[in-house]
């Protein structure tokens, strides 16, 4: 007896009486598509075992992506605008627009930014917009302590969220691996002679990275002598600028010898207590971006921390995947030393 031959697309349509087109929309998750005629379409499909071909299916994205097509939907950057919490200052980085819309053109998304809390934007009225513009994948990300994102119902959407400042709705999430930025700059700060290792953050920063700076700190301290173990500073406010007497005064008691911290207000504050940089202390930027180069730091890469969210969303709506998942996965992006006139040479 012959095996029988695998549903093909042409079955689907005959059983549903849909276009070949309609049915090819529905299984690739494409917007538009009625509600009616998507259930019909995936029912059919579940019964009669259809299982699409990988090969053919990425063969079609090489020959759409040729067609140069016009942008067929857009994904949602929810920011979030409070200024009372302190967090929008240029201390503080954002994953780059930029980015996200360079890894969303590629997968034939347009992408727009939204900002809660601005105009008087609430998540009750983003959610409205949204829904009237048939926007189903959002990218969160967190910026403030009040979290209004964390308001909005996910139900409807494929989400991400960057960073671990949301723990609640537990989304997908990616972010940067600073126990692993830690352990890094110490390992090449050591290499450079230096013995007494500071870091200078604040609670918002450890927080958001589910404790990656504390917890690479403490880690990496455990091979030190008890003597040259700095402990960590977190400063009083979000607002690093209220933050000098508080630094003054561990530096006084812990005399660090090199800083893991921040680019903003440190530097003139070092020169303020009479301290040389590199000739007198290490610097090295927490969270360094291409514009810092008169500094060496951790590059946490933001550019795959983009395209890891633009994946993920692009990977739900294929899939058919909304709401808050059984299992948020974690997608961790690992960060670069990047070397710099703040911090001596390695040592022969």
Same mark, same amino acid.
């Given at each position: ?5 695998? #549903? ?25 598509? !009625? ?16 299982? #699409? $071909? ?27 605008? @409070? ?15 930029? $980015? ?26 983003? +959610? ?11 990218? @969160? ?13 996910? !139900?409807? =959407? ?69 003597? $040259? ?6 400063? #009083? !406010? ?23 911290? =921040? ?31 008169? =500094? ?22 294929? +899939?058919?995947?909304?709401?808050? #998942? ?15 006139? !703040? ?6």
């Amino acid at each position: 007896m012959p095996a029988t031959a695998a #549903p093909t697309l042409k079955d689907i349509a005959r059983a549903t009486g849909f276009s070949l087109m309609t049915v090819s929309r529905v299984l690739r998750g494409a917007p538009k598509v !009625s509600a009616e005629k998507r259930e019909l379409v995936l029912k059919e499909a579940k019964r009669l075992n259809y299982q #699409p $071909d990988p090969h053919l299916a990425r063969m079609m994205q090489v020959v759409r992506g040729k067609k140069q097509q016009r942008v067929r939907a857009v994904i949602a950057v929810v920011r979030e605008h @409070v200024p009372q919490d302190e967090l929008l200052s240029p201390s503080y980085q954002y994953v780059p627009i930029e $980015d996200i819309r360079s890894r969303a053109h590629g997968h034939g998304y347009a992408v727009e930014e939204f900002w809660l809390g601005k105009d008087g934007l609430t998540p009750k009225k983003l +959610q409205k917009i949204l829904h009237a513009r048939g926007i189903e994948g959002v990218i @969160v990300s967190p910026q403030s302590m009040q979290l209004p994102c964390s308001k909005m119902d996910f !139900s409807p =959407f494929a989400a991400v969220t960057f960073g671990n400042a949301m723990s609640s709705p537990a989304l997908h999430m990616c972010a940067g691996n600073m126990t692993l930025g830690i352990h890094m700059a110490a390992d090449q700060l050591s290499a450079r002679g230096y013995k007494r290792i500071g870091v200078a953050v604040t609670k918002w920063i450890v927080n958001r990275s589910q404790f990656g700076y504390s917890g690479g700190l403490f880690h990496w301290q455990q091979s030190l002598a008890p003597e $040259d173990r700095v402990p960590l500073l977190l400063f #009083p !406010s979000n607002d690093i600028s209220k933050g000098f007497e508080a630094f003054a005064k561990w530096m006084r008691e812990h005399q660090p010898d090199a800083l893991i911290t =921040f680019d903003t207000h440190v530097p003139h504050w070092l020169r303020r207590l009479g301290l040389r940089v590199p000739e007198d202390i290490g610097f090295v930027v927490h969270d360094w971006t291409p514009r810092m180069q008169e =500094f060496a730091g951790i590059y946490q890469q933001r550019e795959h921390l983009a395209a890891a969210a633009v994946d993920l969303i692009v990977t739900q709506l294929s +899939q058919h995947e909304h709401g808050v #998942p059984a299992v948020p996965r974690q997608i961790m992006i690992p960060p670069k030393w990047v070397d710099g006139p !703040s911090v001596r040479g390695v040592r022969e």
